[in-house]
T-cell receptor
């Protein structure tokens, strides 16, 4: 069964900490994405990557960075966590071409205190 | 930029009844894909159904079907014979057929099934 795995289901961090959210997919997908999900706002795209070492800003990249050193792994980095980054973070992957949607991870609920 | 709007934050339906979730979108593109995703309490997003814009025929998957109105930019989801396991957040999403192929999501509709 194909999978997108997020390293943590729940995470609590302190304001100012550097936070790493890890995502690994085993489907050899070219595209990988990071979204944050907030009530009433749906899912908003933070960053995406269509190839190793390539990255593109999404709609809300401020306060975040990403790393993709290997095709299967896409990391989201909060350089200095703030309370307004408390949210659900969802990773997804997809084939580069085609009519198919994404395969999602099960999310990381991050609380910044 | 494309936008997706779900105007119903919450819906409820009696078990075994039919419910329709609404979705509208805005785009200047002619070729694209539309999706409905389900997110149960487990948080795992599950693809329910997808529609290719160049196809006239509405997609169906068992009890799930869509009403795709391209000119009106409307893409509603109908769930027939609702079951308790259908309770979830439902998200409508748009994906361009070209370019970066990122998904643009609506705000979501929380569906409750009453036994």
């Amino acid at each position: 069964d194909v999978k997108v795995t997020q390293s943590s289901r729940y995470l609590v961090k302190r304001t100012g900490e550097k936070v790493f959210l890890e995502c690994v997919q085993d489907m050899d997908h070219e595209n990988m994405f990071w979204y944050r999900q907030d009530p009433g706002l749906g899912l908003r795209l933070i960053y995406f990557s269509y190839d190793v070492k390539m990255k593109e800003k999404g709609d809300i990249p401020e306060g975040y960075s990403v790393s993709r050193e290997k095709k299967e792994r896409f990391s989201l980095i909060l350089e200095s966590a703030s309370t307004n980054q408390t949210s659900m973070y969802l990773c997804a992957s997809s084939l580069y071409l085609g009519a198919y949607g994404y395969t999602f991870g099960s999310g990381t609920r991050l609380t910044v205190v | 930029a494309q936008t997706v709007t779900q105007s119903q934050p919450e819906m409820s339906v009696q078990e075994a009844e039919t419910v329709t979730l609404s979705c509208t979108y805005d785009t200047s593109e002619s070729d694209y894909y539309l999706f409905w995703y389900k997110q149960p309490p487990s948080r795992q997003m599950i693809l329910v159904i997808r529609q290719e814009a160049y196809k006239q025929q509405n997609a169906t998957e068992n009890r799930f079907s869509v009403n795709f109105q391209k000119a009106a930019k409307s893409f509603s989801l109908k769930i027939s014979d609702s079951q308790l396991g259908d309770a979830a957040m439902y998200f409508c999403a748009y994906r361009s057929a070209e370019g970066a192929q990122k998904l643009v999501f609506g705000q979501g509709t929380r569906l409750t099934i009453n036994p």
